[in-house]
């Protein structure tokens, strides 16, 4: 009966193990289910840092009077020109800039002799200004650490001179034709900055014009004087995307030209320079045109100096010409182009001229020739005895109006004050033949002056195609 049961349970496993070999048989598998082909993420646009690179120049502008006393001595002043990033405007024409008088030099043993010598008995000081905050027009601080040259006085704009047109000169004519509107806008913006930075009235300048011919007399920065505020540390806007829009003319240039804003990066002396140098250059501002970009800020200027002359001995002053035959954006494609000097911002009474190619040379101030004349005159007039007067001592050249003219001729008023009173003739005449023999030597006879075109100096530049140029001139 045992064996019976094993024997019938063994059967019962047997069966049981074949039913489940059968269905493990007739099971499928599910398919698996095929790979998801994977969507192309869109490619967004590129981002561009707002970010003023070290070495950036600022240009700012004294917007009142200052009367020099003391290191430590608040300054302010206020932005001439815009800061862009790319096409970015970061900084605008007009935002406050403050900082301090940080250091006044001593004058040399030598110059306070030479200045004695013409009754200056506290000749002018070297001023270093530091700028150390950016006050934006929507009310932020920016704090900045800048390091400024030496102020270049009141700067005022000098465009080139219109004459008429050679053959070559024809094939710049489109460019040319956007020259008188961009002229237009730069006096407007020059208009503007003299609204926003108060100059003396006309009461004013008489007092300051007394001042300076006192022996003793404060010294003054005045409103307008300009500085270059190199920033030494990069000042961070932020960032943006650019829209695929503005690069898409990035890399060309306008068909009818344009008129490009840039900044000197190598600095130019008509004494030192050679004929075919490198000039290099900055564009300052992007240039867009019909709401299209085609040179962002930063792109790169180069070019080569065509003409150099020093200044020379007898008032024969300096000559400079440069041009620009390349530029580079940043995208670092070059291009070849045709572009000259139309416009230059120089100190007041730098007596710069420039022509219609760009080419540069201080002209002599039509005055010297009735200011030395006048130097002359006096002095040949109070050298004659008193008895050429009519036998009256201190005539009109000896004394009396003659005398104090003639003092002032040498050695203003110390030397109007001297001779008027003094009644001497052989002083009155060496007076004259003082003051005579230095308007002589100053205006004739001395080396003239040299054109000097400092770092960071700001231009104007013609710009066109040199291919087009070519082919307009074949024509």
Not at 123 to 138: A, G, N, S, W, Y
């Amino acid at each position: 009966m045992r064996r019976f049961l094993v024997l019938s349970v063994f059967i019962l496993l047997l069966l049981l193990v074949a039913a489940i070999g059968v269905c493990a048989q007739t099971l499928k598998h599910r398919p698996e289910k095929p790979a998801e082909t994977p969507v192309p993420a869109q490619a967004e646009p590129p981002t561009i840092s707002l970010t003023v690179p070290t070495g950036t120049p600022l240009k700012v502008a004294l917007d009142k009077e200052v009367r020099i006393r003391r290191v430590g001595q608040p300054v302010r002043g206020k932005t001439t020109e815009p800061i862009y990033a790319f096409d970015k405007l970061l900084v605008p024409v007009g935002t406050e800039v403050t900082g301090k008088i940080a250091e006044i030099d001593d004058v040399s043993t030598g110059m306070r002799t030479l200045s004695a010598l013409n009754a200056d008995f506290s000749p002018e000081r070297k001023v270093r200004v530091e700028f150390d905050q950016l006050l934006m027009p929507d009310g932020r601080k920016l704090p900045i650490h800048t390091m400024v040259t030496p102020g270049a006085g009141v700067l005022q704009l000098v465009t080139a001179t219109e004459t008429k047109q050679s053959k070559v000169a024809e094939g710049k004519a489109a460019a040319k034709g956007k020259l008188s509107q961009a002229r237009q806008g730069i006096k407007q913006q020059i208009a503007d900055m003299k609204k926003q930075v108060s100059g003396p009235n006309k009461v004013r300048r008489l007092e300051r014009f007394a001042l300076t011919q006192s022996p003793y007399r404060p010294q003054y920065m005045d409103s307008g004087t300009s500085f270059n505020a190199d920033v030494q540390e990069d000042l961070a806007f932020g960032s943006e995307q650019l829209r695929p829009e503005t690069l898409s003319e990035i890399g060309t240039l306008p068909p009818a030209g344009g008129v490009v804003h840039a900044w000197l990066t190598t600095p130019l002396d008509s004494a030192t320079t050679k004929k075919g140098d490198p000039v290099d250059a900055i564009v300052s501002q992007p240039l867009v045109i019909a709401n299209k970009l085609y040179l962002p800020e930063g792109s790169e200027l180069k070019g080569t100096v065509l003409q150099v002359r020093p200044a020379r001995r007898f008032a024969r002053n300096g000559q400079l010409r440069i041009a620009f035959h390349e530029v580079v954006p940043p995208n670092g494609i070059e291009q070849k182009i045709d572009a000259t000097l139309q416009g230059l911002e120089v100190a007041q009474g730098e007596n710069l001229a420039l022509d219609s190619e760009g080419g540069a040379q201080v002209k002599a101030p039509k005055t010297r020739y009735l200011t030395t004349g006048i130097a002359v005159m006096l002095a040949a007039g109070s050298s004659r005895p008193d008895e050429d007067h009519g036998g009256v001592r201190g005539g009109a050249a000896g004394g009396g109006g003659g005398g104090a003219l003639n003092g002032a001729s040498g050695f203003k008023l110390v030397g109007m004050l001297v001779a008027a009173f003094a009644h001497s003739q052989p002083l009155t005449a060496g007076f004259g033949a003082y003051g005579a023999a230095r308007s002589v030597y100053g205006n004739f006879l001395a080396r003239g002056r040299n054109v000097v075109y400092p770092k960071d100096m700001s231009m104007v530049l013609a710009l066109t195609s040199s291919e087009k140029t070519a082919a307009s001139v074949t024509r």
